[in-house]
């Protein structure tokens, strides 16, 4: 038994395995388990039995570290670059493109059935029957979700396909519009709204709640808004020049504030229920619990048990990062960046930069960065004299002194920024490297508030009564001047060491950026960049790039990193730590240079093979086109 957490109480999630219908097969040949038919989802309890397996689409400590997942942006740095941000890395996959095919067929499978059987009176129609339809409807939007943010334009399936009509599966494979696909998602989102209980609801406390699908419906909205508004003029919109799905009927502009109507609506049905806390601690628990229980603003999360031994190493990992040497050293792998770190205020609203902001203390030390600084880094980063690991009886007094930048010194990873994650640490006697149930925070309602303002002020270019209190709130908890139009006035787009000032060639106007840097701060280490960088199209900038970390030219000075030289630890000659300059990628292409084929995944050769009007005919018949920049075969890499 798998236990999850979903708000409240516990889930267990059932074992065993449920027949997949065949629509798609081709293209997903895993086989059928069992032969459910429609006289299977009769009641209640076989579709939640259906429903609990679908909870594994959510993200999971077992798939994923929440604190590192931003080392894919420019937020974080691992110990090797990113092949996501070189040139000629990524290829076209044999297979796998659409994974999510045996998911997709479960949710098509069981509302045929369940809503064909209520029609009947084959299943009643209770409360508890049209939650488990409304989470079927939230997850067939979430799979949608997640391939239109990869690839785009997307073939929309609803109902079922026998395998053995090879003509109506080529048919059904044809790739839509991504603004149909992005509209067909919210019209499951509708449902599922229509459906789910609210979160206060007792059938909801440890499932999907209405809350999470009005969230997630503005996240979809606002990605599709922002993606349509900064990537026109691009084959990677529908009617773009280049656009590779034929004649575009539509007006992208109607789209795009069909979008943002829907993004900013939806966003304000949680943010107006959902006050957040204006307590930093209350911000930093989130993620350092083994209970949300009490947090309101979580609106959905996945609880681990010792008991049960489902657990994840990520809290006992926290405590190996401390070697006890005297010394203090401690090493992660990863960090945060310069760039990141650079990005917040201080606590006067003011950019570090501002001429009159004599809060800033400069960037020699870690202590001199922190300084008077907005409480999200501050909370979110090991800094010297910082509790670490406390030992198994709670009675060691283990604080960090150091950052390790030699791998294997004192048995430690390096770390390669200098600025360490401190997110999601807990103070505990869990040993080094052993497993905890450290709760998995999925959704919180203070995205909400992000969504709404960006929304707000992408369309009606200044921000409303609702904007301007959701952004206070957010600057209050992070002990920040409420005051962000002093913020914005003392802006200066040049001086951000931020990709996000661009969208495409373009740099966005002053109170953009800061809605972008108040999202930016607002998720430190949760995972969240990539995406927007994506939708922004932030990444055509990121040329010659060099990831950077703290103040080496300074810290060079210290007695431990003398020793550290004396030992072998090699730098690169720069005024700030560089993490991947002796790497030969790094150095062959003068840092990051980002392919703009790599804004959307090409489509995996198989697709195109199975997909000709002719059972193995000519793959150039093929009824599905290939994602701009890239060719049609495995293997390949994107064109230049």
Request: glycine share 6%; hydrophobic share 35%.
């Amino acid at each position: 038994m798998i236990i999850l957490k979903l708000k409240y109480i516990i889930l267990p999630i059932i074992a065993t395995s449920f027949a997949i219908s065949s629509c798609n097969d081709f293209l997903d040949r895993e086989p059928l388990t069992d032969n459910v038919n429609e006289g299977f989802f009769t009641e209640p309890s076989q579709l939640q039995a259906y429903c609990n397996k679908k909870y594994e689409l959510l993200p999971d400590f077992k798939d994923t570290n929440l604190f590192t997942n931003d080392q894919t942006s420019d937020n974080q740095a691992g110990t090797d670059p990113v092949d996501f941000f070189l040139p000629q890395r990524i290829k076209v996959a044999a297979t796998g493109s659409y994974n999510r095919q045996g998911h997709l067929r479960d949710c098509n499978r069981l509302l045929y059935y369940a809503l064909e059987n209520i029609q009947k009176g084959e299943l009643e129609d209770t409360r508890e029957t049209q939650q488990y339809i409304g989470e079927i409807y939230f997850f067939r939007a979430y799979i949608y979700f997640e391939y239109l943010r990869k690839f785009g334009d997307f073939p929309i399936i609803k109902s079922e396909l026998s395998a053995d009509d090879y003509a109506a599966n080529v048919e059904a494979n044809k790739r839509k519009p991504r603004n149909e696909v992005a509209r067909f998602i919210l019209e499951d989102l509708n449902e599922a709204i229509a459906r789910l209980l609210p979160r206060s609801n007792n059938l909801t406390n440890h499932r999907l709640n209405r809350e999470c699908a009005y969230l997630f419906k503005s996240r979809v909205a606002l990605y599709e808004a922002s993606w349509e508004t900064y990537h026109q003029g691009t084959a990677r919109v529908p009617g773009g020049p280049g656009w590779p799905g034929g004649t575009f009927n539509g007006n992208l502009n109607t789209e795009i504030d069909f979008f943002l109507t829907e993004a900013m609506a939806s966003a304000k049905e949680v943010a107006e229920a959902i006050q957040i806390s204006d307590k930093i601690e209350d911000y930093m628990n989130m993620f350092n619990q083994y209970d949300l229980s009490s947090n309101k603003e979580v609106l959905l999360w996945r609880m681990y048990s010792a008991d049960a031994k489902v657990n994840s190493l990520v809290e006992g990992n926290y405590h190996s990062i401390y070697n006890e040497n005297g010394e203090g050293c401690v090493g992660q792998g990863g960090g945060y960046t310069r760039s990141m770190v650079e990005t917040f205020l201080t606590t006067n609203g003011l950019p570090i930069y501002a001429p009159e902001n004599t809060e800033y203390k400069g960037d020699k030390s870690i202590p001199d960065v922190m300084e008077n600084r907005d409480l999200r880094l501050v909370e979110s980063t090991f800094k010297p004299g910082d509790m670490v690991w406390r030992g198994g009886n709670m009675d060691q007094d283990g604080r960090m002194v150091y950052a390790n930048l030699l791998q294997a010194y004192q048995n430690l990873s390096r770390t390669a920024t200098g600025y360490l994650v401190r997110k999601g640490w807990r103070d505990s006697n869990v040993a080094p490297a052993d497993n905890s149930p450290l709760a998995y925070m999925i959704f919180r309602a203070s995205e909400a508030y992000l969504n709404y303002m960006e929304a707000d002020y992408m369309k009606n270019k200044n921000l409303d009564d609702y904007s301007k209190k959701y952004w206070r709130a957010l600057r209050k908890r992070a002990g920040v001047s409420e005051n962000f139009q002093k913020t914005i006035d003392a802006t200066d787009l040049s001086k951000e060491n931020d990709l996000a000032v661009w969208s495409g060639s373009q740099m966005i106007d002053k109170t953009l950026y800061n809605i972008r840097r108040e999202r930016r701060c607002e998720f430190i280490a949760e995972g969240m960049r990539k995406d927007d960088l994506l939708r922004w199209r932030s990444l055509d900038k990121m040329k010659n790039y060099q990831t950077e970390g703290f103040n080496w030219q300074e810290y060079q000075k210290e007695p431990y990193y003398v020793k550290q030289l004396a030992a072998g630890l090699v730098v690169s000659n720069s005024k700030y730590l560089r993490p991947h300059f002796a790497n030969e990628l790094i150095i062959t292409n003068n840092g990051y240079n980002f392919e703009e084929a790599n804004y959307l995944t090409p489509i995996s050769y198989d697709v195109f093979r199975l997909s000709t009007p002719e059972k193995g005919g000519d793959i150039s018949t093929s009824v599905v086109y290939q994602n701009p920049g890239w060719p049609v075969g495995a293997n390949q890499y994107a064109l230049q």
